[in-house]
C-alpha cells in the first residue's frame, strides 16, 4: 500500500507546520502540499489529487465549508477533514452538509486521529 498523500489549507503557517509535524509523525502517512487560502488549497487539490485534505474552516475570503463545498464533487475519493479551534458540535453538522467527510478540532489533531478519520473514510489505496 502506498502513502496517504495530504494537503494542508491553512493560512496560519504555525498550523501548517505543526500539521506537518503530526503527519510525518503518522505511519504511512506524506504531506505532498500546503495552502494558505481556499482558492490555492482548491487548485492544489485538483492538481495533486490528494488522499486527505486537511482544510481550514476559517480563511481568509472563501471559508472552509464553502472550499469543500467545491471540493467534493470533483475529488470524490478524497476525505476531506474540515479543521478548526472551535469547538466541534457545530462545525461537524457544517461539515456534513457540506461534502466533507470529517471534523477534527485543531487541538486534537495527532497521528492516532489523523488515522481513525481516515479509516472511517477512506476507500483503499491503489498500489
Known amino acids: 500500500m502506498g502513502s496517504v498523500r495530504v494537503l494542508m489549507v491553512d493560512d496560519h ?7 506537518r509535524a503530526v503527519v510525518a509523525a503518522t505511519v504511512g502517512f506524506e ?26 474552516v476559517m480563511l481568509p475570503g ?5 472550499a469543500a463545498r467545491r471540493m467534493a464533487p470533483v475529488l470524490p475519493d478524497t476525505v476531506i477533514c ?6 466541534g458540535a457545530i462545525e461537524g453538522e457544517f461539515a456534513a452538509r457540506c461534502g466533507a467527510s470529517a471534523f477534527v478540532r485543531k ?3 495527532r497521528p492516532g486521529v489523523l488515522e481513525s478519520v481516515w479509516k ?4 483503499p489505496l491503489a498500489g
Open 62 to 66: 472563501m471559508d472552509g465549508y464553502e
Open 120 to 123: 472511517a473514510h477512506a476507500r
Open 13 to 19: 503557517a504555525t498550523f501548517r507546520e505543526a500539521a
Open 82 to 87: 474540515l479543521v478548526s479551534a472551535a469547538d
Open 31 to 56: 504531506t505532498v502540499g500546503e495552502a494558505c487560502t481556499a482558492e490555492e488549497g482548491i487548485a492544489e487539490a485538483i492538481r495533486l489529487r490528494p488522499d486527505l485534505v486537511l482544510l481550514d
Open 107 to 109: 487541538q486534537d489533531l
